[in-house]
């Protein structure tokens, strides 16, 4: 158990809809990252907050947003959603924000869009 | 092409095997990653180098900065070790965004 609590475990959606996926991070940690993984790209890095401002954007579409709470727990949401969507979304939290740090993950969102 | 190529895609070991995997990038990185998943989905980081060696248990992983190469270790491979080897990258000049690999699936075999 890695600590980090991410809900829902599983989630199916119809095209155009929209979800949230929450996240929340080990205890004491500031920092959260959100990931993609799918068949085709892998895993790839969306977006970290740090203490409650975004500090790192990667591959996120404008389709898709993210926030981190004064308690520290993150949402990621997705919009108008398309099947190419499905994938599994892994949260992750560090003490901080800097590179020297590990990385704990959550044991994902698996989302499935028909 | 992807900054980050792990080799072999995909290996099969039998139980008490020595096994490497590769990582290769083309960047420079503040910090190399290794991470384990396992079939149903969830990801534990092994490791975290961004020079030399660490060990931990049978495993053990090594990163050579001026190659931009990594090795991950398993010694007298199990079973339980079957899962996707995932290396990922934090690139000097990509803040802290991680970059990763395909993944190297291994099966050990009893």
């Known amino acids: 158990d890695s600590g980090v609590t991410q809900t829902p475990k599983h989630l199916i959606t119809a095209t155009g809809q929209r979800v949230t996926l929450r996240c929340s991070p080990r205890s004491g940690d500031l920092s959260v990252y959100w990931y993609q993984q799918s068949l085709d790209q892998g895993l790839q890095f969306l977006i970290q907050y740090y203490n409650g401002e975004e500090r790192a954007k990667g591959n996120i579409l404008e389709r898709f947003s993210a926030q981190q709470f004064p308690d520290l727990h993150s949402e990621l949401n997705l919009s108008s959603l398309e099947l190419g969507d499905s994938a599994l979304y892994f949260c992750?939290?560090?003490?901080?924000?800097?590179?020297?740090?590990?990385?704990?993950f959550g044991e994902g969102s698996w989302l499935t869009v028909v | 092409k992807n900054e980050v190529e792990q080799s072999p895609q995909n290996l099969t070991a039998q139980e008490g095997e020595f096994i490497t995997i590769n990582c290769s990038y083309s960047v420079g990185i503040s910090a190399l990653h290794w991470l384990q998943q396992h079939p149903g989905g969830g990801i534990v980081s092994l490791f975290m180098l961004s020079s030399g060696k660490k060990k931990h248990g049978r495993l053990i992983a090594t990163i050579n900065i001026q190659e931009k190469h990594s090795s991950l270790h398993i010694t007298a491979s199990h079973p339980r070790d079957s899962a996707v080897y995932i290396c990922a990258v934090r690139g000097s000049n990509s803040g802290y965004a991680l970059n990763f690999g395909k993944g190297t699936s291994l099966l050990v075999t009893p």
């Open positions: 992750a939290s560090s003490v901080e924000g800097g590179s020297g740090n590990t990385i704990y």
